[in-house]
């Protein structure tokens, strides 16, 4: 008999029954629309066990490497423990190592934490309390980085905003859980180009993307479009400006909204422009609900599959 274990609950699955029956049958109300793999409205993940090829049909090869599936069209032949896409999974300790300004709104916490395996580009849970949590998306390399590094947006009233600029230290105990997100580099060909397109803190899992493409030895071209407000947000500039001059094929294009600035502009407008090839580019899209469903749609009509166009959407976190 085949087990389904979620949060706290072990369903054992009738021969020939779909996860999401099972989750139906439980009570457990899962959501769901066409019940026929079409419409990824019952998107689940797995962290344990083998899925059926069929239940990952038409996700991203992000989301099948990070073990998203269709609960509507996955019959389990084998044990699953499974989490709906908004959980972020157990919790660990973690250590802050470092925390420095990169920007007078932004914040570079490095944390060191034992046992987090994650892929570039996903984002983490950061607890600072019960009741206080977060996501943030992960700029480190697991293979070159023996610490996990956020970068942080720090807001005038918000409440994590207060601790990271008044009592967080090197040296404080925090909880993250995780990681999360698909947003990574996987099913990208060597040759192919690739257009990463973020604004504000987005910059960081882009940065996390782009080390892993050129760790892995990419050889199509790689633009990095960064937009910000001011040049102060274009925090990690001197360094990408200094990786686009040893490296033939990155380019990296900042922008700041400021129009009379020198690099004023808007960076999805700058990307759409100048991106060349729509239907050969693996895109990778990070920041604010309206900036990614905005580049999503267009980057789509101008001839990008959605299989294409990896995305990571930030929502509002004080
Ligand atoms: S309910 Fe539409 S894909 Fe599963």
Same mark, same amino acid.
Request: proline share 6%; charged share 25%.
């Given at each position: 008999m085949?087990?389904?274990?979620?949060?706290?609950?072990?369903?054992?699955?009738?021969p020939? /029954?779909?996860?999401?029956?099972a989750l139906?049958?439980? &009570?457990?109300?899962p959501?769901?629309?066409c019940?026929?793999g079409?419409?990824?409205?019952?998107?689940?993940?797995?962290i344990?066990?083998?899925l059926?090829?069929?239940?990952?049909e038409?996700?991203?090869p992000?989301?099948?490497?990070?073990g998203?599936?269709?609960?509507?069209?996955?019959v389990p032949?084998s044990?699953?423990?499974?989490?709906?896409?908004?959980?972020v999974?157990r919790?660990i300790?973690?250590?802050v190592?470092?925390?420095?300004?990169?920007?007078?709104?932004?914040?570079?916490?490095?944390?060191?934490a034992?046992?987090f395996?994650y892929r =570039?580009?996903q984002f983490?849970?950061?607890i600072?309390?019960?009741?206080?949590r977060r996501?943030?998306?992960?700029?480190?390399?697991?293979d070159?980085?023996?610490f996990?590094?956020?970068?942080?947006?720090?807001?005038?009233?918000?409440?994590?905003?207060?601790l990271?600029?008044?009592?967080?230290?090197a &040296?404080?105990r925090?909880?993250?859980a995780?990681?999360s997100?698909?947003?990574?580099?996987?099913g990208?060909? =060597?040759?192919?180009?690739?257009a990463?397109?973020?604004?504000?803190t987005?910059?960081?899992?882009?940065y996390?993307?782009l080390r892993?493409?050129?760790?892995? &030895?990419?050889r199509? =071209?790689?633009r990095?479009y960064h937009?910000?407000?001011n040049t102060?947000?274009?925090?990690?500039?001197?360094?990408l400006?200094?990786?686009?001059?040893?490296?033939?094929?990155?380019?990296?294009?900042?922008?700041?909204l400021?129009?009379?600035?020198?690099?004023?502009?808007d960076?999805?407008?700058?990307a759409?422009a100048?991106?060349t090839?729509?239907? /050969?580019t693996?895109?990778f899209?990070?920041? &604010?609900?309206?900036?990614v469903?905005?580049l999503?749609r267009?980057?789509?009509?101008r001839?990008?599959?959605?299989?294409?166009i990896?995305?990571?959407?930030?929502?509002?976190g004080?």
């Open positions: 085949t087990r389904l274990t979620t949060g706290g609950s072990a369903i054992n699955l009738e020939g /029954e779909t996860v999401l029956q139906e049958r439980a &009570g457990l109300d959501p769901s629309s019940r026929a079409q419409c990824q409205t019952c998107l689940h993940r797995a344990e066990g083998t059926p090829p069929a239940s990952q038409g996700l991203t992000g989301q099948k490497a990070t998203y599936f269709l609960a509507c069209v996955c032949t044990d699953l423990v499974i989490m709906r896409p908004g959980d999974g919790e300790d973690a250590e190592r470092a925390i420095e300004k990169l920007a007078p709104d932004i914040v570079r916490l490095r944390l060191e034992d046992g395996d =570039p580009g983490l849970e950061l600072a309390r019960d009741d206080l996501h943030y998306s992960l700029a480190s390399h697991p070159e980085d023996d996990l590094e956020l970068h942080i947006r720090l807001h005038d009233n918000g409440r994590m905003s207060r990271l600029r008044n009592e967080i230290i &040296g404080a925090l909880r993250i995780g990681p997100g698909a947003c990574i580099y996987e990208v060909d =060597p040759d192919q180009p690739m990463l397109i973020g604004a504000g987005g910059l960081a899992p882009l996390g993307v892993e493409a050129l760790g892995c &030895g990419h199509g =071209p790689i990095l937009g910000a407000r102060s947000g274009l925090y990690l500039g001197d360094a400006q200094s990786l686009a001059g040893r490296q033939a094929h990155f380019d990296y294009k900042p922008v700041v400021d129009p009379s600035a020198p690099l004023g502009g960076v999805s407008a700058l759409l100048t991106v090839g729509f239907a /050969e693996a895109f899209l990070c920041g &604010g609900e309206n900036l469903n905005r999503r267009e980057i789509f009509l001839g990008a599959s959605l299989n294409q990896r995305a990571d959407v930030f929502l509002p004080r």
